[in-house]
């Protein structure tokens, strides 16, 4: 099992500039959350989804910030446009309803806007 | 309010000693779940160990154990026999209650950034 897959690990971007995340979830699990990491606010949870529908969105932060999941073993984070308070460490994870402790984290992307 | 709380930013931990991560959390939910995970240099986020509310004995993982007192709300982590590849940030974290919609919300405490000393 090779695990949550993020892509890229390492983002740079100039302000204004549209920035996608991706996450590969691993496969069968039927959960996926997106997190961002800051040494502000610590872990925020963004958005999950359930069977490639968005459940609960209440912590996107604001419209720029968007995420889809086409289908079920791919995900994106969309930035558009990006600003500087948005550098940060995103990560996706992944779980499955039938044992959602073992929640997956994948290994981040650290996103730079510039 | 802080609805997970570790008050310790830093702490250090003579190898092959043991040491105690603090976490209190505060919820209202009978039924609720407790984990923590280690993230260390790299950045990656790796599951320790996960205590549920109705759980009446202390969740074990091998040099893990997390000490749980339900009535004091609180969920210390304690690293047995510590090692050099310990050195990394601890996170508490909890799930609430399928009643009032936390269940698939993993809420994260700040962290404790623990050094193992040789």
């Known amino acids: 099992d090779a695990g949550v897959i993020q892509s890229p690990r390492h983002e740079v971007t100039e302000m204004g500039q549209e920035v996608t995340l991706r996450c590969k979830p691993i496969s069968g699990h039927d959960y996926l959350f997106w997190y961002r990491q800051t040494m502000m606010r610590g872990l925020e949870l963004l958005i999950y989804f359930n069977n490639n529908v968005p459940i609960d969105d209440s912590g996107m932060p604001e419209d720029r910030f968007s995420a889809k999941m086409p289908n079920a073993s791919f995900s994106t984070l969309k930035i558009q446009p990006s600003e500087p308070r948005d550098s940060a460490v995103y990560f996706c994870a992944s779980s499955s309803i039938y044992n959602d402790i073992w929640r997956t984290f994948g290994s981040g992307t650290r996103l730079t806007v510039v | 309010a802080q609805k997970i709380t570790q008050t310790q930013p830093g702490m250090f931990v003579q190898e092959k000693e043991a040491v105690t991560l603090d976490c209190t959390y505060d919820?209202?939910?009978?039924?609720?779940?407790l984990f923590w995970y280690k993230q260390p240099s790299s950045g990656e986020m790796i599951f320790l160990i996960y205590?549920?509310?109705?759980?009446?004995q202390n969740a074990t993982e091998g040099r893990y154990s997390l000490n749980f007192q339900k009535a004091r709300k609180s969920a210390n982590l304690v690293i047995s026999a510590s090692q050099l590849g310990d050195s990394a940030m601890y996170f508490c974290a909890m799930r609430e209650g399928l009643d009032s919609g936390g269940y698939n919300k993993l809420i994260f405490g700040a962290g404790t950034r623990l050094a193992v000393h040789p």
């Open positions: 919820t209202s939910d009978q039924s609720y779940g």
């Open positions: 205590q549920g509310s109705y759980d009446e």
